[in-house]
Nanobody
Framework: QVQLVEYGGGSVQAGDSLRLSCAASGLVFVGYNMGWFRQAPGKEREFVAAITWSGSKLDYADSVKGRFTISRDNSKNIMFLQMDGLKPEDTAIYYC??????????????WGQGTQVTVSS
């Protein structure tokens, strides 16, 4: 079955950087658009970023554009989210996901278990 496992969360100060990784198995990774979502306490899960199977097209939420960078290594079935200039409002559980349909759909059909990112001021 599809398994998505996130790594790299942690607690940092505002302005710091973190890189999240997502290891995928149980699917033909190169055949799917992939993405990241997050859920802050008391809020609904929201879209963060997505990348096409080839890496040629990217999509970002306005709140992270210019600070976060999504990428993937199809040879290793891994996806990344480089997060720079972190802000306290970025505090959330971050989920790796397989995108459902077009890269701009901002919907997912498989999720990882999530990794906590905490940014203090």
């Amino acid at each position: 079955q599809v398994q998505l496992v996130e790594y790299g969360g942690g607690s940092v100060q505002a302005g710091d950087s973190l890189r999240l990784s997502c290891a995928a198995s149980g699917l033909v990774f190169v055949g799917y658009n992939m993405g990241w979502f997050r859920q802050a306490p008391g809020k609904e899960r929201e879209f963060v970023a997505a990348i096409t199977w080839s890496g040629s097209k990217l999509d970002y939420a306005d709140s992270v554009k210019g600070r976060f960078t999504i990428s993937r290594d199809n040879s290793k079935n891994i996806m990344f989210l480089q997060m720079d200039g972190l802000k306290p409002e970025d505090t959330a559980i971050y989920y790796c996901a397989r995108i459902d349909g077009q890269v701009t759909s901002r919907r997912a059909d498989y999720w990882g278990q999530g990794t906590q990112v905490t940014v203090s001021s």
